[in-house]
């Protein structure tokens, strides 16, 4: 991608305003039937999603190698609407060979690209500076370019290049869906006129124009998945499931005995697959295929949801842990709203997310508590808060299923979401000592104490080294010798002096606990097991115990 220095882009709407915008894009295209009406729905809406001077949609010509503009928004020049460039060339011809999005913060004085001296003209004419643009692909193939322009510098970022990605697979499928529409319109036409010796297939276009409509319906009124495989199973005739890309099953109408397996995917992803009951003959097997395409579509919208969703989360989770003390006036509402009553007593958890399956790991732990989760995604962690106290036994049997290793450090409860901040920062110390230790588990940070503390200092290498120095004498004859004392030192002062207790946890006799303390004592100096002492012995002690030293 094409990149420039950074230039600050224009304020942003909310993330709530742009999901919102590509939820009524998506919907609004779909509901469209001529490729043109599409089109011109496209970049304008595409154009008031970014507020930006100009978009335009352009298509590949594989023949010709080249990419043409077919529809613009806000472009002022003849030669402008009418480019074509050939493939690979300027921004335009990069994106249009549908590999990745591209952008320029000033195209003709960028040196990165490779430019055409006739369409340089044509961009100076129009008075085109900055260039952002997204390949429009359907199932691998490059159908054009959804793009962009400003007439002045401009760096796109991130976020605003996924918004128009995300827009621009909408349009994909929109325009694909459009143009196999006029398609087949058109060859109902011809085989009306033929309609003796045609009549099968007329017969299959009309099923697939009915189908359409009903799916249609399904994905613009209630894009969920049991809805769009109940019409599919009215127009198949026989029960069909969806299950996801790792194979687990999404939703399905009834038991799938002999299944024929139709890929689902969306700009080159994969989503999935439809399973269909028995074997398809040309004609059904289009009618599964299309029902695929929608399944494609609503997993899209599901899944730009659940992204708004998290993202809503974590400003919210976020701004209670850094703001404790601030009035958070809106809070019981936003705690209702995923299922968390007021005045709930709430533990926070830190659960590892690695890189790779961390979305699958966000998906699962939002059912944890039937719901009633508020979940934040920070840099290294996954951290939620949540009222159900069972959390543990459910999160356990939930990675257990999925063959993931579960290592989660817990605060709390409260009762006050100004606590929640406190919480947190004893779930960290508690998951950083089960990282220092490097074991897995769930660890309370109430069980810890201050030994939390300690074992994240030493997990950063900030523990002093003279923390330990007190009880080096025992851990150097227990080296030396193969004997316990450190250990028994550490029982001693763990059971308040109980010589008997020490006995029963050592599995020695009593006499030889009071052998081994003499020798302590020898070892340490008197007062060893008396304050002031005690305390750093005691620390020491359960830092070393603890093997993190």
């Known amino acids: 991608m094409c990149t420039m220095d950074m230039t600050p882009s224009p304020p942003r709407r909310s993330r709530e305003d742009l999901l919102a915008t590509l939820l009524d894009t998506a919907t609004d295209i779909l509901a469209l039937d001529d490729v043109e009406d599409v089109l011109q729905a496209i970049v304008r809406r595409t154009r008031a999603l970014l507020g930006t001077d100009m978009a335009y949609i352009s298509f590949t010509d594989a023949r010709s190698n080249e990419t043409y503009i077919r529809q613009t928004d806000g472009v002022a020049t003849h030669g402008y609407r009418t480019l074509r460039q050939p493939l690979g060339t300027g921004v335009l011809g990069q994106i249009a060979r549908g590999i990745a999005p591209a952008q320029t913060r000033d195209y003709l004085v960028d040196p990165r690209l490779n430019r055409i001296d006739r369409i340089d003209r044509i961009v100076r004419e129009e008075g085109v500076r900055a260039i952002m643009g997204v390949p429009l692909t359907v199932g691998g193939r490059a159908l054009g370019a959804l793009v962009v322009a400003e007439r002045q510098p401009r760096v796109f970022t991130p976020e605003e290049i996924s918004d128009v990605d995300l827009l621009g697979r909408h349009a994909a499928v929109a325009l694909d869906r459009s143009m ?12 009306e006129a033929e309609r003796v010796e045609r009549a099968r297939e007329l017969a299959l276009i009309t099923d697939m124009l009915a189908l359409d409509s009903a799916l249609i319906d399904a994905v613009t009124v209630t894009p969920a998945l049991p809805r769009i495989l109940d019409v599919g199973r009215g127009a198949l005739a026989r029960d069909l499931e969806v299950r996801d890309a790792a194979g687990a099953p999404l939703a399905m109408t009834g038991i799938v005995a002999q299944p024929t397996m139709i890929a689902i995917a969306a700009g080159g992803e ?26 494609s579509l609503a997993l899209l919208l599901e899944h730009a949801r659940d992204d708004a969703e998290l993202r809503l989360q974590t400003e919210v989770l976020g701004d209670l842990l850094a703001r404790p003390d601030a009035p958070h006036p809106h809070a019981a509402r936003w705690l209702r709203r995923w299922g968390i009553p007021a005045g709930a007593a709430l533990r926070v958890v830190v659960v590892d997310a690695p890189a790779e399956g961390r979305s699958e790991r966000v998906h ?15 840099e290294d962690h996954l951290c939620f808060a949540t009222p159900d106290a069972d959390w543990g036994e459910r999160a356990d049997a939930l990675f257990r299923a999925h063959g993931w290793s579960l290592r989660a450090g817990v605060g709390g409860p409260v009762n006050d979401v100004r606590l929640l901040a406190d919480a947190h920062s004893r779930a960290l110390l508690a998951h950083g000592s089960l990282a220092t230790l490097g074991r897995d588990g769930v660890v309370d940070a109430a069980e810890l104490g201050m030994l939390a503390a300690l074992l994240d200092l030493s997990r950063r290498g900030e523990l002093p080294a003279s923390l330990t120095d007190p009880v080096r004498p025992l851990r150097d004859y227990d080296s030396a010798r193969g004997t316990a004392l450190t250990r028994t030192a550490f029982l001693f002062l763990e059971c308040d002096g109980h010589v008997a207790r020490v006995a029963e946890l050592a599995h020695v006799h009593r006499n030889t606990v009071r052998q081994r303390l003499e020798r302590i004592g020898s070892l340490l100096g008197p007062g060893w097991d008396a304050s002031p002492r005690r305390l750093e012995t005691h620390l020491a002690l359960r830092v070393v115990m603890a093997g993190a030293t």
């Open 270 to 295: 994969s989503l999935g697959t439809l399973h269909v009951d028995g074997a398809l003959d040309d004609a059904a097997r289009s009618l599964a295929e299309r029902v695929a395409a929608y399944v």
């Open 180 to 191: 196999r529409f006029a398609e087949l319109s058109r060859t109902a036409a011809d085989l």
């Open 364 to 378: 699962a732990l939002r059912a944890l508590g039937a719901g009633a989760v508020l979940l934040a995604d920070h």
